[in-house]
């Protein structure tokens, strides 16, 4: 798809949708949802933490999961809002998570991320990695500006996430976001939450892979295609 800008007279064309694309770090590979992904992928949107922060279905089913990975999750790349990448370790090709930009301001050269991390896959520092490489990308291939992201007020680890990346606070949405929250009966009810917003520039990663490697954590990615 185009986007056709008029700037003193003249017409500008900007393609208005990223390519099919597959990026690989050190430990992971980031590239489209695959039928195979759908085992793993409903019981990693049914887990708790998901289903607190996460606006999906509950409980996210066979049909669910068919659905996001023919249909909603080409559509994003294919309409222009976005793309979405499943998050698989490089060597056992295991799901362990999705990485998703949304919203995406094709004049401004500006979108929006959000990743979801499996249970069996927590306290590895995948978020931030998927996340990282994907930054990377966006702004040293793709050329964009900007990179937001939103975080539920009490969701600290989506906050840590930001912040390793070398997100600056830039402000709180009041009461912008529903998610659930369990019942004393053992069930979900929605509340309503602040929004934490979070930009990353490209001169934000100045450095951060770099610290995070020191850390004894991982370095860039290293291959896109």
């Not at 900007?14 to 430990?27: G, L, Q, V």
């Not at 019981?43 to 607190?52: F, I, P, Q, R, S």
């Not at 799901?95 to 930009?101: I, M």
Request: net charge negative.
């Amino acid at each position: 798809m185009l986007c056709l800008y008029t700037v003193f007279g003249m017409e500008l064309r900007m393609t208005s949708t990223f390519p099919d694309i597959s990026i690989s770090t050190d430990r992971l590979v980031l590239r489209p949802f695959d039928m195979v992904d759908v085992p793993a992928y409903i019981e990693m949107m049914n887990d708790e933490l998901v289903t607190a922060w996460i606006d999906a279905p509950h409980p996210y089913t066979q049909v669910d999961a068919e659905r996001w990975v023919r249909r909603i999750a080409p559509a994003q790349r294919t309409g222009g809002d976005g793309i979405v990448l499943a998050v698989t370790e490089f060597l056992t090709q295991r799901l362990v998570g999705s990485v998703r930009l949304r919203g995406t301001d094709w004049r401004t050269l500006a979108t929006e991320v959000s990743y979801i991390t499996a249970p069996w896959a927590r306290g590895e520092g995948y978020a931030t990695e998927a996340a990282l490489a994907l930054a990377q990308w966006l702004f040293r291939d793709r050329g964009f500006e900007r990179m937001e992201l939103r975080t539920p007020a009490d969701n600290t680890s989506a906050q840590q996430v930001a912040q390793k990346l070398g997100c600056i606070s830039e402000g709180v949405l009041r009461n912008a976001r529903i998610v659930r929250t369990r019942t004393e009966d053992g069930g979900w009810t929605d509340i309503r939450t602040d929004l934490i917003v979070w930009g990353l520039l490209p001169e934000d990663l100045e450095g951060v892979a770099e610290q995070l490697a020191d850390a004894g954590g991982y370095g860039a990615h290293h291959d896109w295609n």
